[in-house]
């Protein structure tokens, strides 16, 4: 149990183009669903916090209107990259709250990796 | 910034237990010590969480200390597959909580 995935695993596109990755919890429901950002040789950092049915929580330093979070269900959270450039290749992952599942901890997607040309 | 300092590498023999040891001398008294571990370009995988008691799970063990400023994950035999970058975090119970990553442990199990 507590699976969560990432869609697409990996992902190619222009400069200037909006790239969407999907996060969902497989067999639990996650109220909360976090996304973090990761490049390469460092740690992972916390880019916002998402709240199943409202507006999500940015980090700062992490442009909004930039990186859309939309947190519809309790099962699926998605993550669209604006107007993409280059610096914003990077490995992008998802984790969600297992509380539903009577866990105390986060279950992390597989993440997505998305290179700008 | 994260709470937790860690040594940046570790090697271990396989079939060995690996120890790997993390500072935390800042926590507060309703934070748990959670560890995680990231495989080569994978998202990461939760191992085990604790408040003060010493904790086993099928995966490792978790001492922490009685002043709780530190802990060490103990891996009871160690194999290839746990060669990855160990991270020690501190935060309040439950997984709504926000994970503030540092830079972790590379652990390398060699054959």
């Known amino acids: 149990g507590a699976v969560v995935s990432q869609h697409p695993s990996w992902v190619i596109c222009k400069s200037g183009t909006s790239v969407k990755i999907e996060c969902r919890s497989l067999?639990?429901?996650?109220?909360?669903m976090f996304w973090y950002r990761q490049f390469p040789k460092q740690s992972l950092m916390l880019m916002a916090t998402s709240n199943e049915g409202s507006k999500a929580t940015y980090e700062q330093g992490v442009e909004k209107d930039k990186f859309l979070i939309n947190h519809a269900s309790l099962t699926l959270s998605t993550l669209t990259v604006t107007s993409a450039h280059p610096e914003d290749s990077s490995f992008y992952i998802c984790?969600?709250?297992?509380?539903?599942?009577?866990?105390?901890?986060?279950?992390f997607g597989p993440g997505t990796r998305l290179t700008v040309l | 910034d994260a709470k937790t300092t860690q040594p940046t590498s570790m090697d271990c023999a396989e079939g060995r237990a690996a120890n790997l040891p993390c500072n935390h001398s800042t926590i507060s008294g309703n934070e748990y010590v959670y560890w995680y571990r990231q495989i080569h370009s994978q998202g990461p995988q939760y191992i085990i969480h604790?408040?003060?008691n010493n904790e086993t799970n099928e995966m490792a063990s978790l001492i922490i200390t009685e002043d709780r400023k530190s802990s060490t994950l103990i891996l009871p035999h160690a194999t290839l597959r746990d060669t990855a970058v160990y991270y020690c975090i501190v935060t309040g119970q439950g997984g709504s909580e926000k994970l503030v990553f540092g830079k972790g442990t590379k652990l390398t199990v060699n054959p």
């Open positions: 067999d639990f429901q996650a109220t909360t």
């Open positions: 604790g408040l003060k």
């Open positions: 984790s969600a709250d297992g509380a539903s599942g009577n866990t105390d901890t986060q279950y």
